[in-house]
Every structure is written in structure tokens, then in C-alpha cells.
């Protein structure tokens, strides 16, 4: 009789930003799927979601990942319900309009790594700075690199668990890194970001680090931390035309505010229009522009306005849940005529 270790994941219902909270339930001769996870429940007044006395909420998994660091171990994604079945008010995993997996994402994840004793990033001295930016995007070498091995090691393991994961590289600021993840279907690119995160905060626990998701840590002439949104539907990817990509971003003008509410906590200090940012008080877009809020690769106009589109306005610590439901909301209220032979 074998025993699996099954970590249930899910949000909690701070706000603005919300945290994952996690814990493991054993199960005996468990297949492996999807399908046999069971619901389980937790304590909702200990994570504000519920009140004392009526405390229970329940935990629905909606994906699942061989958890690489443990033995017999899964990872299980889960969304919040109410007592009665329906989705918690936390969940914004169940508001996405995406059932038909049309939209597709590509999430750049930039965070911080701090070092638990100094409470500084990595390659900051205690009561100083480092040299300026300039030298640590892409960089090699102890001189400029901090924390390779904590990045390296959450490489392989997400990739061992299973998920999409294209890509790391150090930021421009100093203890700065990114991932990339790229999946089909809203949510699950956010069910693997978020398992992503999980994979790196726990993993900073052996290394006694703790990761930085603020996106503006540290102040002054330093770059925050962003989680930009590459994203299309089939109708970016197949138009070819100028025109509906010029229609298409005009669509995020009127609705800013509405972006910008759910594009994460703080991020007014790092949406400045400095340091490859656009003002959190204008919206623009434009082409191979990093300082616009939305940037069309490119890639996309050499191959004739076929392709994608990238929101560098979430901040770091946003959800991809929020942020994926919000666009394709903005990309689905615009009326395209469609030619007829």
C-alpha cells in the first residue's frame, strides 16, 4: 500500500494582494489524476475568509503537478468555495471568461531575492548600495550575478514538475531575476504561475531567502519588479491587419482604471514612466516600445500583425488569475467585422 503527499495550494483572502497558503493531505494508493484529488476544506477565519462560526471553506483542485522535491508528492492547485459549492469571493480563477482555452498567455515574472538576516537583496552590503544599474541584466560572474543557484534549482524544478517554463534570466536591478511561463488556456497559465511561485518561495526557505514580489522594493534609481502579460486570442494571431491591433489596444484607453485596479498593490511607485515603465496616469502602446503599457512585439509586425501583444503593466505581485480575466474582458469587447466571400 503506497501513501502520496498531496499539497493542496490556494489563495487566501487578504486584500489587496492575496497570499498562498498550503498544506498536505495524505492519500493511499492515489492514481496520479486530476479527477481523484478529493475536495477537502480548511479554516476560512484563519486566512479571512470566513467568520469563526461559520468557519469551513472548501477546496476544489484544478490542477496537478508531480511535486519534484518530495517523495510520493503532488501539487494541487485548488480554487476557494463557499460552504454551499458556489466560488468564494476571493476566487478569481472561476470569473475568467476563457472556457474554450482561445486566449493564450506568456507571463514574465520578476521578483527580488532577499537574504532573510540582512532584509536586503542579494549583492546590497549592509548600510550601502551596490554599484548603479547598468551591469546585472544578463550578467555572469560573482562581481555582478547574485543567487544563480536558488534560480537554477527552481529551473529544474519546475520544469520537473511539469510546467511550461521557458526561460530565467537576471533582471536589471541588482538581486533582480525572471521567469517566464507560457501556457494555453487563462487559467492554466495561472494555475502554473502560481505554481511556479509556490515552487520558488518554498525552495527560498533552504536557502534562507524569502522572495520579494513587491514591485518596487527598493527606492530610488532602481527598476521594480513587473509580471508582464504577453497575450492572444485568434484573432491576434490570425488577422493580419494593423488596423484591428490599432482597435484592439485602443480598447485597454477607456478601461485603464479598471486594468489598473487589479494589476497589483503598490504599483504606483513603480509605474512612474521611468525605468522602462509607462505613467499609471496615461495609457499608450507602440511598437518594440518598453516604455508604452503596451508593447507590440516586433515579431508580430514582421510577420504581417500576426501574433501577440504584451501588458508590461502588472506589477510583480498581481495575480494572473485578475490579470487574464481583465484582458480578455478588454480583447472580447471589441466588434470586429469579419469578411464574407
Request: proline share 6%; glycine share 6%; no cysteine.
Given at each position: 500500500m503506497s501513501k502520496a503527499k498531496l499539497e493542496y495550494i490556494w489563495l487566501d483572502g487578504y486584500y489587496p494582494t492575496q497570499n498562498m497558503r498550503s498544506k498536505t493531505k495524505i492519500e493511499e494508493n492515489f492514481s496520479g489524476k486530476l479527477e481523484d484529488c478529493p475536495i477537502w476544506s480548511f479554516d476560512g477565519s484563519s486566512t479571512r475568509q470566513a467568520e469563526g462560526g461559520d468557519s469551513d471553506c472548501l477546496l476544489k483542485p484544478v490542477a496537478i503537478y508531480p511535486d519534484p522535491a518530495r517523495k510520493n508528492g503532488f501539487l494541487v492547485m485548488a480554487e476557494v468555495l463557499n460552504a454551499d459549492g458556489?466560488?468564494?469571493?476571493?476566487?478569481?480563477?472561476?470569473?475568467?471568461?476563457?472556457?474554450?482555452?482561445?486566449?493564450w498567455f506568456g507571463f514574465e515574472q520578476e521578483y527580488f531575492i532577499m537574504d532573510t538576516k540582512t532584509e536586503l537583496p542579494l549583492g546590497f552590503p549592509v548600510g550601502g548600495y551596490p554599484g548603479p544599474q547598468g551591469l546585472y541584466y544578463c550578467s555572469v560572474g560573482g562581481k555582478n550575478t547574485h543567487g544563480r543557484d536558488i534560480v537554477e534549482e527552481h529551473a529544474d524544478l519546475c520544469i520537473e514538475a511539469g510546467l511550461n517554463f521557458e526561460g530565467i534570466n537576471q533582471e536589471v536591478a541588482c538581486g533582480q531575476w525572471e521567469f517566464q511561463v507560457f501556457a494555453k488556456g487563462a487559467k492554466n497559465a495561472g494555475d502554473q504561475i502560481w505554481v511556479a511561485r509556490y515552487l520558488l518561495d518554498r525552495l527560498a526557505e533552504k536557502h534562507q531567502y524569502y522572495i520579494e514580489y513587491h514591485p518596487k522594493p527598493v527606492k530610488g534609481d532602481w527598476n521594480g519588479s513587473g509580471m508582464h502579460a504577453n497575450f492572444s486570442n485568434t484573432l491576434l494571431r490570425t488577422c493580419g491587419s494593423k488596423e484591428i491591433y490599432d482597435k484592439v489596444c485602443e480598447a485597454f484607453r477607456p478601461v485603464t482604471k479598471e486594468h489598473i485596479e487589479v494589476y497589483g498593490e503598490f504599483n504606483d511607485q513603480r509605474l512612474t514612466g521611468l525605468h522602462e515603465t509607462a505613467s499609471i496616469n496615461e495609457f499608450s502602446y507602440g511598437v518594440s516600445d518598453r516604455g508604452a503599457s503596451i508593447r507590440i512585439p516586433i515579431i508580430t509586425v514582421e510577420k504581417g500583425y500576426k501574433g501577440w501583444l504584451e501588458d508590461r503593466r502588472p506589477a510583480s505581485n498581481a495575480d494572473p488569475y485578475k490579470v487574464a480575466g481583465r484582458i480578455i474582458e478588454t480583447v472580447n469587447s471589441v466588434e470586429v467585422e469579419v469578411a464574407t466571400a
Open positions: 458556489t466560488p468564494h469571493e476571493s476566487n478569481g480563477r472561476a470569473k475568467i471568461n476563457d472556457e474554450n482555452d482561445d486566449f
